[in-house]
Structure formats: structure tokens, C-alpha cells
């Protein structure tokens, strides 16, 4: 069974979608239940909805419990949900930073301590961390979001050498801007912006071939290599051609309704 954490819309919904396209059981778990129960019924029998804050670990050990009891086993845990805050970093209001840290860190810290003890027990499983592109590169206008992901990288890749031989992968998936509600008025800048099933085939294919850096898609990560190469200052140049400036880029109209619901201010 494959639990996917941020299930009723955008990228969780659509993972959710492709791995029972490809035969597995799936549970979606979200803060709004209604919505991960109604993206699973449109996943028919393999697939249910349930609530879950992933900044409360006692709602996500009941969230893994739920899912296991109708499903089975946890194969595979992917952490994806997350909020953004997109801004000056000296606007962000304290509160919306720590929110971020708490959904987009800590959330897969407590999905990952949950995961590892069921899974060790079994010998087997894979945790598959939803991070960002801005893991790795970090666009002005999202400073405490590309921290939070920076972490999930690094958190990621210590947890994973303390789980080898424990027969239980990690992976963390990496995508460019993609179309959700997360990314409402955001600028892809000179790039394509994905489809968030663009992201699930990429999730799925990971589940079924483990691999660690997961770049949707692919060819960011030979740009990731290339500017880690390059000296200071010719790795600003670079990036302020390749890499959006969300300050002066962002449609911040249309990103009220998402940072209200979702984020708060
Ligand atoms: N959209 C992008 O451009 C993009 C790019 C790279 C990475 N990502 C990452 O992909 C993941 C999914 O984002 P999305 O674009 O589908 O966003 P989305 O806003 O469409 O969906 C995120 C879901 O997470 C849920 N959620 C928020 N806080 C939660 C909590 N405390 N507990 C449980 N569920 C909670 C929301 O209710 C929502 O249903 C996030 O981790 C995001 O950072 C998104």
C-alpha cells in the first residue's frame, strides 16, 4: 500500500492516480478530508481518502494505522504535502515561516520516524520525500520555502545512510514549477512548467526503480551539477538567467486566495 500525504488535489491527488493506474492500493491523507476522500472515490476500490495534519503526529501514526488497517502494510510512504509563502523575506510574517518549517520539514521528519519503525520491522519499504527543485537552486521570493526544501534534502540524505541495509529506500523528488494551486501566479521564468501528473509518473517510476535524486524533469539536474561547478560569480550570472525572481515576477493577485486557505498570513 502506498500512503500519500497532501492527497486531495495537485500532486498528491495525481500520484495517487498513477500508482492505482499502475495496481497498487493508495490512501490519501489531508487537512481536508473531504477533499482526499472525494479525489480517492473518483480512484474507485483500491483507493480512500482520510484527515491528516502532518504537523500532529499523533493524527499521522492514526492516518498510517487507518490506511493499514483497510490496505495492508505500508509499502511506500510519500511525503508530499507542503504549503509557500511567496515574498520579500523581510515581509514574511514569523508565523507563515515556521508554518512552512512545520508542514514542509517537520512533516516529513514525523512521516519519515513513522515510516522507518513500520517498515524496519518488515525489512522492506520506501519513503519518497516531495522537495523542489528548490532543494537545490533557490529563487528570490521564496527564501524560507527553498530552506525548508534545502532541509528535506540534507535531512534526507543523512537518514538515508542511516537506513542502509535496513532494506528501506529514499528518494526525494525534485520538480520544476508546476501547475497547482501552490504555484498560483508564479513565474516558471525561461522554463516549461509541469503538469502535476507530469510528477506522479516520475513518483511511480522511483517507487518501482529506487533512485535517490528524482529532477523532474531530468535534465534539471545536469543544470544543478553544472552551476554547483561554477565559481561565484559566474553562478549568479547563470542563474539569474535560468532561475525566476518571484519577487519581481509573481502574479502576487492571484496567489491570494491559495495564501489565505492554505498558508495564512
Ligand atoms: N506546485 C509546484 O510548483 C511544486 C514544485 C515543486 C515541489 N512542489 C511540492 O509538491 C508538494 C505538493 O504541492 P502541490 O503543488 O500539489 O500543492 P497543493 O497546494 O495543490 O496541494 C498540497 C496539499 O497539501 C495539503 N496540506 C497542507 N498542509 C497540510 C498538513 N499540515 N497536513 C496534511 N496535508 C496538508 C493541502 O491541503 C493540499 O491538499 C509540496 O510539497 C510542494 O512543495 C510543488
Redesign the pocket.
Known sequence: MVAV??G?????AAIGAEVVRRGASVAL????AA?AEAAAAKLGERAAGFG????DSASFSSFLDAAEARFGPLDVLVN?????WVGRFDEEPEAVALKQFD??LH?VLRGMKLAAARMRVRGRGHVVN?????SKIAPPGEATYCAS?HAVYGYSVAVREELRGSGVDVSVVM????E????AGTSAGRGRSLQ?ADVAKAVADAIERPRFDVFVPRPVGAFVRALALLPDRARVRLARFAVPNQVQDTDFAARRG?EAE?VGR
Open positions: 500525504t497532501g486531495a488535489r495537485g500532486i498528491g491523507g489531508d487537512l481536508d477533499g491528516l495534519d502532518v504537523t508530499n504535502a507542503g504549503i509557500m508542514v514542509n512533516g516531495v522537495a523542489s527543485s528548490a526544501k520538480p520544476v514549477v508546476v497547482t494551486e501552490l504555484a502535476p491559495y492554505r
